[in-house]
């Protein structure tokens, strides 16, 4: 990088370096992630965010670390409905998400696992480097212990700190309101997290900031009544029946309660930026109360913006076919990894914003290819630039893109009307710029891919075109002004408009279905018209005409991109020329 960009992500990485240099230390930002199901494009904000500012404060030439903590350690809460995964699951609640067997079918050796290996794969496509930290092993490996023992010898501090905060309600942080689909996703992506609701250690024996899980039935539905401070002797009862006493220094089979094992972790990895959800960051949630707690464990409370809900568009159809909320996996079947960071770079943490699996992706797609245009010819503006550049590109490399990204839209308008034959589309697609024709098929990947893709599992059916096979009865009963029209679009006029054959591409043939009605006016094909209401008018009657005479619909896809898909036989028999 030669220029600074100027965005949030900048302004964030500023605050971040300045933090590193008053301490001392290296700029360390932090993710954590709970494997406990699906990790939906909601918990993907977890992971952005800090990425961008590591990736930015790279960009600037200072060492920087992106650790993700695999929070696997943590207890198996609920079953969710996920595929493979039947009742019988529930026989696992309470103990550790590395304990679960993984769903039906998975070759993940467990629960935790499966749902790890879905999102790092997803993570290595969107171009996140990043270090994994599994809590397990940190939690089984004893690399916690002295922290732990410390942890309950200030036990009664601690207690003093959260109990300042029992009385308080779970408040809400606010967001912007949300369509009943959205808030149906945030709904289904809030019963996932658990560790922002989990119990702070208290219980009627005394307060513990640590859970033992049971080693006999392996569940953490404990209840710690004795802990010895000299010889770290703690004894437990477990619902099961079983009651033991262990030597904490020795034991591995427990963790400290979330609001108590989170601020440990910011001290343990000298994390300087971590952000968190609504969740975590409302009067008595962890974060707030971990402001006071991290003292204790030598460290502060690292920079930390909340981020706001991440809604999904077209979330009906993808809850009906698979259940839950999309994951990333999901949203890079349809979409290239540049469009998934574009989302997520483009605005502030604290605004919710929706990722489009209907067919908004296909203007969520025009708005970004207008964006590289604008960054190419210097348009652009200096946020919308670093968006760009932070989409299409890390620190050190840059994201493989499509040789020919032919518009998102008319692609799949071709596809669908092709149904997916190679030989066809390239014809087509050749006649979008005969003066630069694509010269093949995998020139258009990867987001021909996406289209594909899109277009067999999220397109919906009344929006699928299919082209008429025989002559419309209708075409016997139209008016003169409607033939003319038809015959003026298939042999040109002599004030300059050429057959169809001869205007045969994108350009070619836009111009001539808009010319049409002006030449019916006694207008040049070529004369610029604006605010003629008229006009307007007597060009949409003119494609309803069209698309009624070749898909027996009003409307369809863009009527260019039609004509090219059924080519000039085929449109001149349908239309009787």
Not at 129 to 142: A, L, V
Not at 183 to 190: K, L, M, Q, T
Not at 256 to 281: A, N, T
Request: some cysteine.
């Amino acid at each position: 990088m030669t220029e600074q960009l100027d965005d949030w992500v900048s302004r964030l990485a500023d605050d971040v370096i300045a933090d590193a240099k008053a301490k001392e230390t290296k700029v360390v930002c932090a993710s954590g992630l709970s494997p406990s199901g699906p990790i939906h494009l909601g918990n993907l904000r977890e992971v952005m965010t800090p990425h961008l500012v590591a990736d930015e404060v790279r960009r600037r030439g200072i060492e920087c670390e992106h650790i993700i903590s695999w929070d696997d350690y943590d207890r198996f809460r609920k079953v969710p409905d996920v595929p493979g995964v039947t009742s019988d699951w529930e026989q696992h609640i309470g103990k550790p998400l590395t304990s679960v067997p993984p769903p039906q079918g998975s070759a993940a050796s467990s629960w935790a696992e499966h749902f790890r290996l879905q999102c790092e794969q997803s993570l290595a496509e969107l171009g996140i480097e990043y270090r994994g930290i599994s809590q397990t092993q940190q939690y089984t490996s004893g690399a916690y212990t002295e922290q732990i023992l410390f942890a309950m010898s200030q036990r009664a501090e601690i207690d003093k700190v959260l109990d300042q905060y029992r009385t308080l309600g779970p408040a809400k942080a606010k967001q912007q309101k949300l369509s009943a689909e959205e808030a149906a996703a945030a709904a289904e992506a809030e019963a996932g997290s658990g560790a922002a609701a989990e119990d702070d250690g208290s219980s009627g024996t005394g307060y513990y900031p640590y859970k033992p899980y049971c080693t006999v039935c392996g569940t953490d539905f404990t209840t710690v009544t004795a802990y010895d401070d000299a010889s770290t002797d703690l004894t437990y009862t477990c619902r099961c029946g079983h009651t033991e006493t262990v030597e904490l220094r020795s034991f591995r089979q427990g963790k400290l309660v979330w609001k108590v094992d989170w601020p440990m972790r910011w001290s343990y990895e000298r994390v300087l930026f971590e952000p968190s959800g609504v969740d975590h960051q409302s009067p008595g949630s962890s974060y707030v109360v971990g402001k006071e707690l991290a003292p204790m464990f030598g460290w502060e409370r690292p920079l930390g913006p909340m981020y706001a809900f991440v809604g999904i568009k077209g979330m009906a159809k993808m809850s009906s076919s698979k259940g839950g909320v999309p994951v990333a996996a999901d949203a890079l079947q349809i979409m290239e990894p540049q469009l998934l960071r574009w989302m997520y770079a483009r605005r502030k943490p604290n605004q919710a914003f929706s990722i489009a699996f209907d067919a908004e992706i296909q203007r969520m797609y025009d708005e970004w290819d207008s964006l590289v245009v604008k960054v190419a010819n210097g348009s652009g503006q200096a946020g919308d630039v670093a968006a760009y550049t932070r989409a299409s590109s890390v620190a050190h490399s840059v994201l493989p893109t499509t040789p020919r990204p032919v518009s998102y839209r008319t692609l799949a308008s071709i596809v669908d009307i092709t149904t997916g034959d190679q030989e066809q589309l390239l014809r087509i697609v050749t006649s979008l710029d005969p003066a630069d024709p694509v010269s093949s098929v995998e020139a258009l990947r990867p987001r021909l891919d996406c289209v594909e893709r899109w277009v067999a599992t999220q397109m919906a059916d009344e929006d699928r075109t299919v082209v008429r096979s025989e002559v419309a009865a209708a075409l016997e009963s139209l008016s003169d002004l409607e033939r003319s029209g038809i015959r003026i679009l298939l042999e040109g006029n002599d004030s300059g408009l050429p057959r169809l054959e001869d205007a045969w591409s994108l350009e070619g043939l836009t111009h001539q279905v808009y010319a049409v009605p002006k030449v019916q006016r006694g207008l040049a094909p070529d004369q610029i018209v604006k605010g003629d209401k008229e006009l307007a008018a007597a060009q949409r009657q003119f494609f309803k005409l069209l698309y009624n005479l070749l898909v027996d619909k009003d409307t369809g896809p863009r009527l260019p991109t039609l004509l090219l898909a059924v080519g000039p036989e085929r449109v001149r028999s349908l239309l009787g020329g």
